[in-house]
């Protein structure tokens, strides 16, 4: 981190915080993620297939991968900086975006997701807060930390993968051999978050989650 200039947090997961930095030679600003130390197995686990994905995938609305190095046992990963995410547009829009915005978002969103699942890759944790939007309103999918390639050979998948407001039924119900739809779930949740400025299946539980998929769904999914 010698090269860099730390200007700040600007965010924070479960495995990681992202920091604002200035290299010190050329002055680009630039995202640090810092993984965790501990637990190490899991961290490094998560750390390392982000950067697979990243290094392997590129794409206009995919956050852009720049350096990778691992210093005193941490990872540290360098990203194209963008310091604003779909969840702060909500909150500047309580009660919803713009119908224009929103169709352009939304394309841009399909795209990048269109891009992963012809990869066959399973993106696990979309949610506003892992979608990026630059000054001039593109978008960047980030966090590919729960990411998965799929695979032909019946592989059993976690279940336990994206934020639970926007987590797909099969998820909540301990379905292990999941798909692509997981990620479509998700999408489906943002668009009408963003058409209504409020979270469309906000479950206090599991349970709870399913109770209110059931009632503003119905159980034909």
Same mark, same amino acid.
């Given at each position: 981190m010698e090269m860099y200039e730390d200007l700040g947090p600007v965010g924070e997961g479960s495995y990681g915080v992202v920091i604002k930095c200035k290299h010190k030679g050329t002055g680009q600003i630039v995202a640090v993620k810092k993984f965790y130390e501990k637990p190490e197995k899991t961290i490094n686990k998560i750390a390392l297939r982000e950067i697979n994905f990243l290094k392997q995938f590129r794409h206009e609305n995919l956050v852009n991968l720049l350096e990778v190095f691992k210093q005193n046992r941490k990872f540290y990963l360098v990203f194209e900086f963008v310091d604003h995410t779909l969840l702060q547009e909500l909150e500047?829009?309580?009660?919803?975006?713009e119908s224009r915005?929103?169709?352009? $978002?939304? $394309?841009? +969103?399909?795209?990048?997701? =269109?891009y992963l699942h012809k990869n066959n890759i399973m993106h696990r944790d979309i949610k506003p =807060?892992?979608?990026?939007?630059?000054q001039s309103g593109i978008i960047k999918i980030c966090d590919f930390g729960f990411a998965r390639t799929l695979t032909t050979n019946g592989d059993i998948y976690t279940d336990y993968v994206a934020t639970r407001w926007y987590r797909a039924p099969e998820l909540l119900l301990g379905d292990s051999k999941y798909g692509k739809p997981v990620d479509i779930w998700a999408?489906?949740? +943002?668009?009408? =978050?963003m058409a209504s400025g409020i979270a $469309?299946?906000?479950?206090?539980?599991?349970?709870?989650?399913?109770?209110? +998929?059931?009632t503003k769904v119905g159980t034909c999914w």
């Amino acid at each position: 981190m010698e090269m860099y200039e730390d200007l700040g947090p600007v965010g924070e997961g479960s495995y990681g915080v992202v920091i604002k930095c200035k290299h010190k030679g050329t002055g680009q600003i630039v995202a640090v993620k810092k993984f965790y130390e501990k637990p190490e197995k899991t961290i490094n686990k998560i750390a390392l297939r982000e950067i697979n994905f990243l290094k392997q995938f590129r794409h206009e609305n995919l956050v852009n991968l720049l350096e990778v190095f691992k210093q005193n046992r941490k990872f540290y990963l360098v990203f194209e900086f963008v310091d604003h995410t779909l969840l702060q547009e909500l909150e500047l829009h309580p009660k919803g975006l713009e119908s224009r915005t929103i169709k352009k $978002f939304l $394309f841009q +969103i399909i795209r990048a997701l =269109e891009y992963l699942h012809k990869n066959n890759i399973m993106h696990r944790d979309i949610k506003p =807060e892992n979608i990026l939007i630059t000054q001039s309103g593109i978008i960047k999918i980030c966090d590919f930390g729960f990411a998965r390639t799929l695979t032909t050979n019946g592989d059993i998948y976690t279940d336990y993968v994206a934020t639970r407001w926007y987590r797909a039924p099969e998820l909540l119900l301990g379905d292990s051999k999941y798909g692509k739809p997981v990620d479509i779930w998700a999408l489906g949740c +943002i668009a009408v =978050e963003m058409a209504s400025g409020i979270a $469309f299946l906000p479950g206090s539980s599991d349970v709870d989650q399913l109770y209110k +998929i059931v009632t503003k769904v119905g159980t034909c999914w």
